[in-house]
């Protein structure tokens, strides 16, 4: 959540196998096949988590085990995907120095560092499903989007250039802009913040589009019902968008109940990430393009001063972590079973 985000602000992690100490490194790619994310040439959906967290504690040895902590336990839920930050403002060795003043020279090292347990590049490192350009770009000075195109144009070139290998997305949100006038009163409140799902989501190296959904902050004040209903014509209009227009794979890849909520419970919690689940699951059996959603977001015990009212503690809140566990499994099988459209012509993202 938030407005903050880099050049390669973050990346998301494949837990096919859970990057620990001893374990067998992933050796493939996720790559794309018509619209649809793949893996060895076989259909890839996923049920996955956000836990931005993750730099920041295993930079302190102290709580490096919270961070194994929360990977095990999603790990053990058959979550697959952890979408997490790489960025720092500021200080020693940022990447950036100063508002809009970007060290060149430490940008390219995230994308060149070496894993330090499989001492593979991180642009050669299969363990990365994908870098984001930037968390929720926005632009307020333009609303056209125009803006918001050029720099994604740029930086993914960029990023191209370096990494080709490892599939991009930019960190949308999902507000539609000028592009599509009339996809506009999509936009929660007719909001416009400078950025256009459909003509940021065409530039041709980015490989999937995302969206983030938060009803009950965009729709504050607004029943339960106004708030799911919203949420269900948000996920439709992209998906259709995304299969329709773009022909790319899409990712929500943020969404959640916040326990701050007027009225919350955690049932309440568990029905809406149920209701949810349940579409994602729907739009990947029909036709492809849906590919997985992350909740936000999971931590490991002890981390109370990290949460902000969505968090889940797997190891807590066991009717959640089944909910989540359930969702994993099926969409395990739909991508086994093949019974998504998958379309077995590769393109981007495979090396």
Known sequence: ??????????????????????????????????????????????????????????????????????????????LTVCRTWAFADGGDRALQISPGTYDEHVFQTVMTRLNTITRVAYKDEPTIMAWELMNEPRCETDHSGKTVNGWVEEMASFVKSIDNKHLLEIGMEGFYGDSVPERKQANPNNIQVGTDFISNHLVKDIDFATIHAYPDIWLSGKSEDEQLRFMQSWLWNHWQDARNVLKKPLVLAEFGKSSKDAGYTLN????????????????????GTMSGSLVWQAMAEGMESYGDGYEIVLSQSTSTAGIMSRQARALGALAANGTHGFMPAHRRGTP
């Open 268 to 287: 309440k919690r568990d029905t809406y990430i149920g209701n949810v689940y349940r579409d994602v699951y729907r739009y990947a059996q029909n036709g």
């Open 1 to 78: 959540m938030g407005s903050i985000g880099l050049i390669v602000g973050m990346f998301m992690l494949s837990m096919r196998s859970i990057v620990c100490q001893g374990t067998v490194p992933i050796q493939s790619f996720v790559g794309i096949s018509g619209s649809q994310l793949v893996i060895d040439g076989s259909p890839f959906l996923f049920n996955g988590f956000n836990s931005y967290w993750m730099m920041y504690l295993s930079s302190d040895a102290n709580d490096r085990q919270k961070v194994s902590a929360a990977l095990r336990e999603a790990s053990a839920a058959g």
